[in-house]
């Protein structure tokens, strides 16, 4: 999580107060995250999802996968369907990808997507690449 902004949560109260965010985006916007479960072990391993992100027009894809399922595919197969989802079941025209710079892995999945590099921003003071795609 060394590049997710804001981080892992510091203590319960916070991880409360960011579930209700997150219910509340869904019942402001009708999509959100979505939990990942491994087929096998039916253990949590991540999330991911689609978001209105403070600043930005467009939706921001994203997701966070446990370092142990890292490498395995998770992500990819992950961020496929939510794209799906997107275009598809919420007729989004575009879907954007906000990435610390650093973060190759992350821009190297983001090109597997087909997003490609839009621009570089400051985003919540941070500094970030943006890759997107648009409904074909």
Do not use: Q
């Amino acid at each position: 999580m060394r590049y997710w902004a804001p981080g892992p949560d510091p203590d319960l109260s916070a991880s409360t107060h960011r579930i209700r965010m997150m219910n509340l985006h869904w019942r402001e916007h009708g999509f959100g995250d979505w939990g990942l479960f491994e087929r096998a072990t039916n253990e949590l391993i991540g999330f991911a999802g689609l978001h209105h992100i403070a600043d930005m027009e467009e939706v921001n894809i994203g997701y966070a996968i446990a370092r142990s399922r890292w490498r395995r595919g998770y992500a990819l197969e992950a961020c496929r369907s939510v794209l799906e989802v997107g275009f598809r079941d919420l007729g989004l025209a575009t879907i954007v990808a906000v990435i610390a710079p650093a973060n190759a892995a992350s821009r190297r999945l983001a090109r597997r997507l087909d997003l490609r590099y839009w621009k570089r921003l400051l985003w919540a003071g941070r500094d970030r690449v943006v890759y997107r795609i648009r409904a074909s």
